[in-house]
């Protein structure tokens, strides 16, 4: 009977410590970092995607990327998907600074913080805001153009997607800019941020206005698409981008551009990522971190 009792004794202590091994709590695995991008048919944002992949393999975090296609139920979406996996930290890039709101606020009510990237959020909750300057660089491309122009002149801008912080602002700084001239904007059209569409809103606005000197494009691509517009036209006018994509670099070097301001989407996109890394460790970051800029030209 004693031993019975020993054999009973011996299975209730391994059972015990059996049960006490598979209830041990995991250790955490890497953070896991969303990244909700605008559109990856925009060689920008390719560069931003980039920039935090590579730092989130510097600091061992996983990344997993969603592209909006540029539609904001695609992003809404896409920031819900987020959620459901459970991600530590979002970071969006948002298709137009009013409706990502709603995504914003999703995550907020999920507990899951938010950084937003190149454009703001109107209303949710976010943690930090990384950026350039677009207000700055927006004032460096009217003061190029006024320089450029001597002061007096017909100018055409190209405007980003309406609602979207950085066309918003670009436009605000370069209009504040020519404002000090005599330089008159003759035609202000959206383009969407887009190549092909800026190379078709340009061909109308050529067709109706028979003065132009100067082009502001609030990016790139819309500034790329102009200069095809313009060659097949066969006029000389001055075109300005934003971005400093390789493309646009490449139109600089050969003259088809006079100018583009830089802006560094890879570093806009580390940045994210290493800020991520900070509040997710619970550590202070600043509100707003901002990317230098600088100005193109051949």
Known sequence: MKKVFVLLLVLIMAFGMFGCSSTKTPAKASPTIGLVVSTLNNPF???MKDGAQAKADELGAKLIVLDSQDNAATEMSNVEDLITQGVDLIMINPTDSDAVGNAVKAANDASIPVITLDRSANSGEVVSHIASDNVAGGKMAGEFIIEKLGGVGNVVELEGIPGASAARERGQGFNAAIATSKIVVVAKQTANFDRAEGLSVMENILQSQPAIDAVFAHN????????EAIKASGRSIIVVGFDATADALAAVKAGD????????????GGNGVATAMKVIAGEKVDAYIPVKLALITK
Do not use: H, N
């Not at 790139?220 to 200069?227: F, I, S």
């Not at 551009?257 to 806009?268: C, D, N």
């Open 45 to 47: 944002f390719v560069d």
């Open 220 to 227: 790139d691509e819309m500034a790329l698409g102009a200069v």
């Open 257 to 268: 551009m006079a100018a583009t301001v830089q802006q560094l989407p890879k570093e806009i």
